[in-house]
T-cell receptor, first 113, second 112 residues
Framework: EAGVAQSPRYKIIEKRQSVAFWCNPI?????LYWYQQILGQGPKLLIQ????????DSQLPKDRFSAERLKGVDSTLKIQPAKLEDSAVYLC???????????FGPGTRLLVL | SQQGEEDPQALSIQEGENATMNCSYK?????LQWYRQNSGRGLVHLIL?????REKHSGRLRVTLDTSKKSSSLLITASRAADTASYFC????????????FGTGTKLQVIP
């Protein structure tokens, strides 16, 4: 079974630029999550999708971050414009339904200069 | 905000020794999970314990849960160098929809 795929793996941008991350969850998984993990900290949930709908985006900085999940499968997370404090690893995870076991992708490491 | 707080923040042991890390949380939960993250890699699910369970085993892992103290512990027995990683507890709140919140993590180093 293929795991959660993410791209790109690394991205370096200047502040105020925009960036987009892509995630392809495990086939058949209804729930998809985007996390932000700052160095030395635990993952922080940014947004959770159940199929096409948003279940929780309470910690998503909506003035600069946006996310969508097309047709209940792939998802993109966008930052526009980026700030220095957005430097982090962005993790995508999926689960069959309930979040009892989440399967994580390798993450995208973002550096904002 | 982070629901769980792991203790200690960092732990260094010799190969073959046991490693114990603790997680404390603030609100009632449905279940608690432990994840491992190797350097530069994604998180891997290790074990889940439900709120009505007190202890669970998986290979060299033993997890306990004390809901009265709102705490859990993860014991890794006979540690190996490959166990070197950060370990996170993740709690699923009870009530409302199923939301999982990760703790701050314990960084474990196993010295060969």
């Amino acid at each position: 079974e293929a795991g959660v795929a993410q791209s790109p793996r690394y991205k370096i941008i200047e502040k105020r630029q925009s960036v987009a991350f892509w995630c392809n969850p495990i086939s058949g998984h209804a729930t998809l999550y985007w996390y932000q993990q700052i160095l030395g900290q635990g993952p922080k949930l940014l947004i959770q999708f159940q199929n096409n709908g948003v279940v929780d985006d309470s910690q998503l900085p909506k003035d600069r971050f946006s996310a969508e999940r097309l047709k209940g499968v792939d998802s993109t997370l966008k930052i526009q414009p980026a700030k220095l404090e957005d430097s982090a690893v962005y993790l995508c995870a999926s689960s069959p339904g309930l979040p009892e076991t989440q399967y994580f992708g390798p993450g995208t490491r973002l550096l904002v200069l | 905000s982070q629901q769980g707080e792991e203790d200690p923040q960092a732990l260094s042991i010799q190969e073959g020794e046991n490693a114990t890390m603790n997680c404390s949380y603030k609100t009632s939960i449905n279940n608690l999970q432990w994840y491992r993250q190797n350097s530069g890699r994604g998180l891997v699910h290790l074990i889940l314990i439900r709120s009505n369970e007190r202890e669970k085993h998986s290979g060299r892992l033993r997890v306990t849960l004390d809901t009265s103290k709102k705490s859990s512990s993860l014991l890794i027995t006979a540690s190996r160098a490959a166990d070197t990683a950060s370990y996170f507890c993740a709690t699923e709140f009870s009530g409302g929809y199923q939301k999982v919140t990760f703790g701050t993590g314990t960084k474990l180093q196993v010295i060969p």
